[in-house]
């Protein structure tokens, strides 16, 4: 297994509201950077991050899942953290150990209100943070 450096390690977080497509972007972003061979989808259960069988069989992210990949030289560390507003804690656990988080909104929804949630936790944690 390959060792990388501290400097060299990122660990980002995918947050907002259930539903928004957290858990597809990760799987584009580790399809996209060679990690995986296949885009899973949430619709079929076949995803790297949901793979619980209570996330599959309820479609949604139930706790925190890491997926890693390279990206010039640099370990990113994707956390796709649940959308419901149930499972809130779990996102307040990965900002304890986050370079950064993106918030991902819907197009059609806009900013719900699990999203403003998210960027306020965010807030408390002084994460630095950006809108996808």
């Given at each position: 297994m390959k060792q990388y450096k501290a400097k060299d390690i990122r660990n980002i977080a995918l947050a907002g509201h259930g539903?928004?497509?957290?858990?597809?972007?990760?799987?584009?972003?580790l399809y996209m950077a060679g990690a995986t061979d296949r885009l899973g989808s949430v619709t079929e259960g076949n995803t790297v991050c949901d793979f619980d069988p209570e996330e599959i069989k309820r479609k949604i992210s139930v706790s925190s899942a890491v997926a890693p990949f390279e990206y010039d030289g640099v370990k990113v560390n994707i956390i796709d953290t649940p959308g419901h507003v149930d499972f809130t804690v779990e996102v307040e656990r990965s900002l304890r150990v986050l370079d950064?988080?993106?918030?991902?909104?819907?197009?059609?929804?806009?900013?719900?209100p699990q999203s403003e949630t998210v960027w306020r936790q965010a807030d408390n944690y002084k994460v630095p943070r950006m809108a996808y």
């Open positions: 539903g928004d497509g957290k858990t597809s972007l990760a799987e584009a972003l950064g988080s993106v918030t991902v909104l819907c197009a059609k929804g806009g900013v719900e």
